[in-house]
């Protein structure tokens, strides 16, 4: 049984909206992943902090691994020949999170659900941006 994607789509979103509303509601944490990622990586943090986040990504990785075992197909990626243009593009993403005070998932979808001006801002930069790279990636390059 496969999913068409609108509504793996629309499940999708729930999903990740659903997940951050409870994050913010039981621990009065945002949702967003490179402020997770940086937490979990902080050894000065006491270890109850520490957990909660290595769980967190943890569960990430587990849903993409157990996904296709619920009739879910996941989409193909664009095929990257060269290792240095993948640690590049990680760098860049990572540049990008840093100066923009947060990631997609931070901004974009807890911050816009706060009504955070900051995060309207940055959500149409990477939007934008996004758009520019993949007509770059599709037809220039």
């Known amino acids: 049984m496969s999913i068409e994607i609108p509504w793996l789509a629309l499940v999708g979103g729930m999903l990740l909206g659903t997940s951050a ?6 621990s009065g944490r945002i949702a967003g992943i490179s402020g997770i990622v940086s937490g979990a990586m902080n050894t000065e943090s006491p270890q109850a902090e520490r957990s909660w986040r290595w769980l967190f990504l943890l569960g990430m990785v587990l849903a993409g691994l ?3 075992y619920f009739g879910v197909s996941l989409p193909e990626s664009l ?3 060269n290792p240095l243009v993948i640690v590049i593009a990680g760098l860049l993403v990572g540049m990008g999170t840093r100066l923009g005070n947060g990631c997609t998932s931070g901004h974009g979808i ?3 659900g706060r009504l955070s001006k900051r995060s309207v801002v940055a ?3 990477f939007m934008a941006v996004a758009v520019i790279t993949t007509y770059l990636r599709l037809y220039i390059v």
């Open 21 to 26: 509303l409870l994050l913010l509601l039981f």
């Open 66 to 68: 157990v996904t296709p």
């Open 110 to 112: 807890c911050g816009l």
């Open 79 to 81: 095929p990257v020949s």
């Open 123 to 125: 959500t149409g930069v």
